[in-house]
């Protein structure tokens, strides 16, 4: 489904990541971890489309879309849930929907609304407030769904526990389980070790752009404490 | 039934003066430029106005010839002026806007002449009686009528369009709204488009009121307009709706009441001045 061959991305001179290589498959979840700065909201801002490739390919489907502008990613099953949320603050929780789903035709646009509403019943009772004043944890919601709009095939997730309350963080964690059960393939950025094991199928350890560990959740969870050191050394 | 009569012009005044200012605030939310040369958008519609009108007669078709031929005019200033410096400090821009601005005024007067043009026979002078002893020009409530409906118009696109929703999301968060998929390189053409056919419409009017065009027409209204959108606590469409309304109606009581003191154009800065002593941000901005 997404294949990176060597990829390569960073800001002008900075690189922040050097040659990653990883294929994702339909109903998988990949889990991307490392301490700060390790590259990982660059890697996806990059499959994104929104920070500069420095080199390798990126495939969806077997078609290269490296050289594709963000704009016409959505269409091809990407999405994304960027760190930090960035919900449209100045626009209702209804827009917000409507704007992550863009791409799909108006037919579309009603059922994927309804689909969230249940997946995210504060959702509904919201859709009319501004999505700024909303708490933190709705506006993680409010972020799913917006990708969720646009029938991603692949949904790219930036930190989606930080600053959420337990609960929140369940209910958001329920949804991606029952979306990959559904054949999306997800990219999971999270700082916390334990449920990127629990959650993934599939784990890469970043660590200043290099790639230092990857393999199968299983192969992690015998090597715990081999990743917990390559983060431990940098996090310390 | 003076303060009434006052009243109304200020409108009529501040109507013009927020069909300028919004096509400021749409650039500038969108991409924190001040857009100066957006006056000479002003006079090349007042130009196209009076010259359509005096060929065909028809005023509707004058006022839709000057909206997008400005229109498209703008987008040309986006693309060959703006663009280009987008990644510059956003002093760049507003220098090249001056430069523009400047030199539309030059273009003006090279292209029709000096002294000026006006309507062979100027439509709208009728008026009528809204109570005894107060008379409206026909030109002034077209002023009025016309603003309402296209503010009326533009509020609709931006709350109930899937285009005009866009449009805010990527004044929001430009690089979200691209992941999202929007185009927003077409949003930025839609914004300079309309803001640019809106001080057309502003200068058609204009040229109505007054019977005359002049190459440095647009001149006062560019520093106005400027300061209407820092009123209006910049990049906010209400607060310039609400400073071009408020100062339409100030200058017109001012330049009744304090009018030996301060003159007609001084007026809007005393305002600004004041305004921002009480309220830095603006007149909808927190304290
Ligand atoms: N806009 C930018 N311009 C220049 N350098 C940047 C920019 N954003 C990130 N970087 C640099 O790129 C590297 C990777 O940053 P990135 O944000 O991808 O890390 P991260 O793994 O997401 O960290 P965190 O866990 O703190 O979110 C860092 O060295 C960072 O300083
Ligand atoms: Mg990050």
Redesign the interface.
Known sequence: MLELRDLSCGYGDITALRSLSLTLDPGKILALIGPNGAGKTSTIMCLAGLVTRHGGEILLAGKDISNLPARARPSLGLAIVPEGRRVFAELTVGENLIVGGHTVDRLALQRNQARIFEYFPRLRERRGQHAGSLSGGEQQMLAIGRALMSDPKILLVDELSLGLMPKMVDECYEVLTQLSAAGVAIMLVEQSTERALSAADHVCVLEAGNVTWQGSATAAHQNKEVIEALLGTNTG | MLSVELFVQGIVQGSIYALIALGLTLVYGLLRILHVAHAALFTLGAYIGVLVTNQTGSLPLALAAAALFAGFVGMAIYKLAYEPLLSRPPYIALIASIALFIASEEIYRITFGPYGLSFVDPPLQGQIQLFSGFYLKHGEVLVIGLSVTLLGLLAWLSSST?TG??W??T???P??????????QSVRYLNFFIGSALAAIAGVLVALLNNLVEPTMGSVPSYKALAIIVLGGLGSIRGTLLAAMALGVIEAFGTIYIGRMLDRDAIAFAFLIAVLMVRPRGLLGAR
């Open positions: 899937r929703i866009a805010r999301a004044v929001t968060d690089e979200i709204a691209q992941a999202c998929g929007v185009n927003i």
